[in-house]
């Protein structure tokens, strides 16, 4: 069974870090694309960073850059995103996704997020 399953959310205060982990079961990560989004309350789904599966050549949108960082860990079949200097409009639901076409708004395979929340 194909399953995505994204960790390490939580409760922060701005200008923590938290890094989140998309684990993977019933295919290889390495041979897809991974893109990482989020959704706000009462906000669109937001695509945040992509990592290729051919040479790794990583994506991120303006909102993040800078700030935020996707890797892979193929050993562990395990998509990272590091977000630092986070803040309060960084609080959403986090989802990976995966597709072995490219990142875009209707990836084939997709997580059932995680929740962070930067607060003070």
């Known amino acids: 069974q194909v399953q995505l399953v994204e960790s390490g959310g939580g409760l922060v205060q701005p200008g923590e870090s938290l890094r989140l982990s998309c684990a993977a079961s019933g295919f290889t990560l390495d041979y897809y694309h991974i893109g990482w989004f989020r959704q706000a309350p009462g906000k669109e789904r937001e695509g945040l960073s992509c990592?290729?599966?051919?040479?790794?050549?990583?994506y991120y949108a303006g909102s993040v850059k800078g700030r935020f960082t996707i890797s892979r860990d193929n050993a562990k079949n395990t998509v990272h995103l590091q977000m630092n200097t986070l803040k309060p409009d960084d609080t959403a639901v986090y989802y990976c996704a995966a597709d072995q076409r490219g990142c875009h708004r209707e990836m084939n395979y997709w997580g059932k997020g995680t929740l962070v929340t930067v607060s003070s």
């Open positions: 990592i290729s599966l051919s040479d790794g050549s990583t």
